[in-house]
Structure formats: C-alpha cells, structure tokens
C-alpha cells in the first residue's frame, strides 16, 4: 500500500494541472486515470483533436476560397480524410505524450485504472488501495443525451463518435447550437456536409451577447449550415445506415423530420461522477449531479476535495486548470484565489468568438450604467488583408467609472486578442489604461484598442 500527500482522480486539464502544481509545492503526489493515455477528455476526444480538425478545414477553406486572388495558382486540394484523421491522432498523441514527460520531470506518479474512494483517506485503483491525506476529484464530465435519442456512435454520434466518422458524411443533423455543436458542425460544412442545426432555443450559443450571436448566426449561415430554431427533438431513429430526427417546433407543436447520414448529439455534458462511491461516502450532490465544494473545493467529507466539470461553474478546461492549481495551493497551506469574473470562453469556429465578463444582457438585468466601445474589423488593415475583415470588438464599461466590465469579439484570432481584455480585468482597469497602450501595427489587436477608444471620444479608424 502506497501512502502519498494528495491523490487525484483524473488526469484532465483539472487533474493533471493539479498534480504538478502539487508536485511543485514539495508534495508526494500520484494522479489516477484509468485511459490508456493522459489528457483527459480534453486533450483525447475534445478540445485539441477537434482544434486539428478546424485548423486542416479552414486551411481547406482558404485554397477553395482566397488562394487564387492571392495569386497562389492551382487547383484546390481533395481531401483524404484517412489522412486528416491521421494528422488529428499525432496532435493527440503529442500532446499526450507531453503530460507523460511532465509526470516523470515531477515524479508524479501514474496509477493506472479507474479509481474509487472506499472510505475518507483511502483510494482503490484496480486490487490496490492506497493512502492519501488529502483526494482531489477531477474526474471531468461526459455527454449528455436526450430522451429518444440513441447513441451508437456511428449513426448517431457524441463528440467522441463525430472526431472518428468511417467517411465524411453527405448530410449532417447537429442537435445542439453551442460551441460543440457549431465548432464540429462547421468542419463538415467546410469538408461538404450539408449541415442542419437543431436547437431548442430561440437563439444559438445560449448566454452569449445577444448582438454576437445574431452575428454569428449570419455568419454561419453564409459558410452554409441551416438552422432550425425552437425546436424540440423528440427522438431519432436509425435505419440502413440513415438517421431520422423527429422534432417539435415550439411556436406552434407542429412535427417534423430531417434525414441525414449522421447525427451529433450536442446538448451539453454532465459531470462523471459513478462508479467512485460518494454517494456511500455521503458526498453532498447538487440536483444536477455536480459534487458540491466550499471556497476552497472541499466537500463536506474531511480530506476530500473537487474540481473542475464535478463541481459548479462553466464547463471549461481552463477553468478546471486554475481550480486544479488553486485547490493544490490551499492544501499546501497557501490561499490562493479564482476570478471567476474573468473567465474567458472561445468557440473555435472561423472567425473564432469569445466573451469575458458581462454581457448587455446581464448589465441590463442588473440596471447597470454602461457604456459600449464598438470596432468593426474592416477598420482593421491586417484583417483586410488576410481576408478576415468580418466581425468586431465590443467593450462594455461602467458609465461612471470607465471600468471594463465585459468584452464579446467575433473575428480573427478572437480567442487570443479575449487576453488582453481579461488581464486589463483583472487589474480593474478602465478602458482609457487600454486605450493608452501603444499596440503595434498592423495588428489585430488594434481593434481591441480602438474599441476602447470607442468608450470615450472615438475610435480613431471607424
């Protein structure tokens, strides 16, 4: 038997993140993940396979599109999706591969197989059951399904199934307008897909800002998916290798069907919790099945702690990352802090959309003063230049104060330019301090500023 400082259940962003910040603070560490490889979700069968897949079909996009003004002469590349899955598997593996070489350079030490907690200070993994003075919980999240939707994950297909498709299919069903949905949605779309959206809202992205998403609706529609709006799906049925969606449109009952060779369920994920024994342990569970924590990710059995998509909070990797170091802080007797204020959220569509703070949404329900900086990336000479020139920055700030309070950017490199907006946040910077600072042209990042100076006298290009 094994005794360590801290034992972590799942090798996700969360865990793994975790059991090197804990490795760092001198701890005696091991991390538990019953997958053959490291990575959780994320780095297996969700964010970096599915970013490999985006980045070959836009690059696909490109030679059909803009290659020929630029004067690259020729024709376009076919694909050969063998290959593209191929290329998709090495992303994976390198990556993979990276957190292994990260265990070994801090000696955390990998058990491997599923993992259960037999009583408080103890974990099972396999026939072994080691000691630890303190559990982390990272044990992620899978997806979610609907009543009459089954899942086979050839026909009718997760995230999981939609990165391994035998073939590209001639017809897509996507069941779900969020980012997994429309991030997937719009690489089939770009191989030839023809892609139908079916969502149950009135709107795509739900809590996005209500002027992004009609955007980025246009946007999408224009790169060719169809959506079907207020739409309730009743259930799919799968027959000669074709699949059925039945739903409701919401405004009036009326029923319908689509027809499509493969279907992605995308409605959202919930936490993976079964099999670790918190409901013997008495491990107090949210209606939602999230593993309830105080402030600093304990739950209400000593030693036992959670993290990432097991507990409250958006669902996203990094968020996990900065619980997974702040819950290895606080064992290791420091007291670190999360901003869940500044948490920054992507879709890697083209053009990429992110957000961080408020939205006009929220502000509007708080009866909040605000002011809007607005810059459109045609202003923009780099994005013109590449071809990138739809989209824009917004900037919301405190009327009074000038404090930023939320930015939404649908556009080029929109996940990267979010940064420079969260770090002025964190420092509750106003929008003048971003105004002020000297970014380099041509950039994208003027756009950021000039959307700033948007909030006060004007942007200087628009």
Same mark, same amino acid.
């Given at each position: 038997?094994?005794?360590?400082?801290?034992?972590?259940?799942?090798?996700?962003?969360?865990?793994?993140?975790?059991?090197?910040?804990?490795?760092?603070?001198?701890?005696?560490?091991?991390?538990?993940?019953?997958?053959?490889?490291? /990575?959780?979700?994320?780095?297996?069968?969700?964010?970096?396979?599915?970013?490999?897949?985006?980045?070959?079909?836009?690059?696909?996009?490109?030679?059909?599109?803009?290659?020929?003004?630029?004067?690259?002469?020729?024709?376009?590349?076919?694909?050969?999706?063998?290959?593209?899955?191929?290329?998709?598997?090495?992303?994976?593996?390198?990556?993979?591969?990276?957190?292994?070489?990260?265990?070994?350079?801090?000696?955390?030490?990998?058990?491997?197989?599923?993992?259960?907690?037999?009583?408080?200070?103890?974990?099972?993994?396999?026939?072994?059951?080691?000691?630890?003075?303190?559990?982390?919980?990272?044990?992620?999240?899978?997806?979610?399904?609907?009543?009459?939707?089954?899942?086979?994950?050839?026909?009718?297909?997760?995230?999981?199934?939609?990165?391994?498709?035998?073939?590209?299919?001639?017809?897509?069903?996507?069941?779900?307008?969020?980012?997994?949905?429309?991030?997937?949605?719009?690489?089939?779309?770009?191989?030839?897909?023809?892609?139908?959206?079916?969502?149950?809202?009135?709107?795509?992205?739900?809590?996005?800002? /209500?002027?992004? +998403?009609?955007?980025?609706?246009?946007?999408?529609?224009?790169?060719?998916?169809?959506?079907?709006?207020?739409?309730?799906?009743?259930?799919?049925?799968?027959?000669?290798?074709?699949?059925?969606?039945?739903?409701?449109?919401?405004?009036?009952?009326?029923?319908?069907?689509?027809?499509?060779?493969?279907?992605?369920?995308?409605?959202?994920?919930?936490?993976?919790?079964?099999?670790?024994?918190?409901?013997?342990?008495?491990?107090?569970?949210?209606?939602?099945?999230?593993?309830?924590?105080?402030?600093?990710?304990?739950?209400?059995?000593?030693?036992?702690?959670?993290?990432?998509?097991?507990?409250?909070?958006?669902?996203?990797?990094?968020?996990?990352?900065?619980?997974?170091?702040?819950?290895?802080?606080?064992?290791?007797?420091?007291?670190?802090?999360?901003?869940?204020?500044?948490?920054?959220?992507? =879709?890697?569509?083209?053009?990429?959309?992110?957000?961080?703070?408020?939205?006009?949404?929220?502000?509007?329900?708080?009866?909040?003063?605000?002011?809007?900086?607005?810059?459109?990336?045609?202003?923009?000479?780099?994005?013109?230049?590449?071809?990138?020139?739809?989209?824009?920055?917004?900037?919301?700030?405190?009327?009074?104060?000038?404090?930023?309070?939320?930015?939404? =950017? =649908?556009?080029?490199?929109?996940?990267?330019?979010?940064?420079?907006?969260?770090?002025?946040?964190?420092?509750?910077?106003?929008?003048?301090?971003?105004?002020?600072?000297?970014?380099?042209?041509?950039?994208?990042?003027? +756009?950021?500023?000039?959307?700033?100076? +948007?909030?006060?006298?004007?942007?200087?290009?628009?």
């Amino acid at each position: 038997m094994a005794s360590y400082d801290v034992i972590i259940i799942g090798s996700g962003p969360g865990g793994y993140v975790s059991a090197i910040r804990c490795a760092q603070l001198g701890l005696k560490v091991a991390c538990v993940e019953g997958r053959d490889t490291l /990575g959780g979700t994320c780095l297996n069968v969700g964010c970096i396979p599915s970013k490999a897949l985006l980045h070959a079909t836009e690059m696909l996009h490109e030679s059909q599109h803009n290659f020929a003004e630029m004067g690259l002469k020729g024709k376009a590349p076919s694909v050969d999706w063998k290959q593209m899955l191929a290329y998709k598997d090495k992303t994976i593996s390198q990556n993979t591969g990276g957190i292994e070489f990260l265990f070994k350079k801090n000696k955390v030490d990998w058990l491997k197989g599923w993992g259960s907690i037999p009583e408080a200070g103890k974990v099972k993994v396999g026939d072994e059951v080691h000691e630890a003075k303190n559990i982390v919980v990272a044990t992620g999240s899978e997806s979610s399904s609907l009543p009459g939707v089954e899942v086979d994950e050839k026909v009718v297909v997760t995230s999981t199934g939609a990165l391994e498709l035998g073939k590209v299919p001639k017809s897509l069903v996507v069941i779900g307008a969020g980012v997994i949905g429309l991030e997937l949605g719009s690489v089939y779309a770009r191989l030839g897909s023809e892609v139908t959206v079916v969502e149950f809202m009135d709107a795509i992205t739900p809590g996005q800002d /209500g002027e992004i +998403a009609k955007t980025f609706q246009k946007m999408l529609k224009k790169q060719g998916l169809t959506f079907v709006m207020g739409a309730a799906v009743q259930g799919t049925t799968v027959k000669n290798n074709k699949a059925t969606v039945t739903y409701k449109l919401r405004k009036d009952d009326s029923e319908a069907t689509l027809t499509a060779d493969a279907v992605l369920v995308a409605t959202g994920r919930k936490p993976c919790t079964d099999g670790l024994g918190l409901e013997a342990l008495g491990v107090e569970m949210s209606d939602r099945g999230q593993i309830k924590t105080d402030a600093h990710y304990a739950t209400n059995i000593k030693g036992i702690y959670a993290i990432g998509d097991a507990i409250a909070g958006p669902m996203l990797a990094h968020k996990a990352e900065d619980e997974g170091m702040a819950v290895a802080e606080g064992i290791a007797g420091q007291k670190p802090h999360v901003n869940y204020g500044v948490i920054p959220g992507v =879709i890697y569509t083209h053009p990429e959309v992110a957000s961080v703070g408020e939205t006009e949404e929220t502000l509007k329900e708080q009866g909040r003063a605000y002011k809007v900086g607005k810059f459109s990336f045609m202003g923009n000479a780099r994005a013109k230049a590449n071809f990138s020139g739809d989209g824009f920055v917004k900037i919301l700030t405190d009327k009074a104060t000038d404090r930023i309070l939320g930015a939404h =950017i =649908i556009g080029p490199m929109a996940g990267d330019l979010i940064h420079e907006v969260c770090v002025a946040m964190e420092f509750g910077a106003a929008a003048e301090d971003l105004a002020r600072t000297c970014h380099a042209h041509p950039t994208y990042s003027e +756009a950021v500023r000039e959307a700033a100076l +948007a909030c006060g006298d004007g942007a200087i290009h628009m």
